[in-house]
């Protein structure tokens, strides 16, 4: 499909201008259930497109996790697969600006999404995918302090071997508790600032503090239900690791399109 640009862009502006807190609305489940119907929409409608972001994030993490392997740092592959949804919100911003054009009813290609994703650079989006990456290394490295820390005398020679010692062993049990809760308190503070965060700074010409003082907000005021969303990601994300990845293709792009619809629905949309 030819690429057009008739219709409204994302604004590029490297300066932002509204440091205004915006609205928040009260989110019930009904908006989650809408908004998932309203991302399998947007995925129905630009299958391809979206897939291709799916694919390519899927890819990344067959090659991540590949490296590793290579490179003898067996510890590190199943905590580096369980920790790599946390950059999941980044890889999803070319999916928003798919549902921003369809729910604007702007016809767009190729070109469009991708023109409007490097202009991302000129603005905060990049420094919101150094607070991602920032907080995946710390997952990183905590893994590794509590591996040195609990399972000192163990030896990882493959996969296989590591799992055992994990599942079957006390102080794999003990690994794998401490594990869990820190991931998870990373996890809910990535969450708090990056679920509205996002999609907020590609719709509009805001800045990196704001935008995450809105997503803190957002789950703030609606903590039971931004906390359902938070699950619903998490076990869909974790589920689509087991089929080697490949469950991502589908699953990334309904929930980055959905992860739209959330916040426009979260969030009072800019004045015109």
Known sequence: MPATSDGPTAP?????????APAINRVTAEDITAALKAGFSD??????????FGLFYAAFGILFVWCLVWLGAIWMVIPAAVGFPLVAPFAAAGLYEISRRLQAGVGFGWADILTVMANQRK????????????VFWVWSYQVRLWLAIILQDSSFSDVGGFLTIVFFTPEGWTFL???TVVGAALSAVLFSVTVVAMPMLLDRDTDIVTAMITS????????????????????TMLLSLVPA??????????????????????????AA
Not at 216 to 235: G, K, Q, T
Request: charged share 15%.
């Open 123 to 134: 603005r905060e989006l990049g420094w919101m995918a150094f607070v991602t990456l920032f």
């Open 43 to 52: 995925f129905l409608a630009r299958p391809v497109m979206s897939g291709f």
């Open 245 to 270: 990845f490949l469950g991502l293709i589908f699953t990334l792009p309904i929930l980055g399109h959905t992860t739209w619809h959330l916040y426009r629905r979260a969030v009072t949309p800019p």
């Open 177 to 179: 508790a401490i594990g």
């Open 216 to 235: 803190v907000r957002v789950v703030a005021e609606n903590p039971v239900v931004m906390l359902a969303w938070a699950a619903i990601i998490s076990v």
């Open 12 to 20: 590029d502006n490297p300066t932002p201008q509204d440091r205004r």
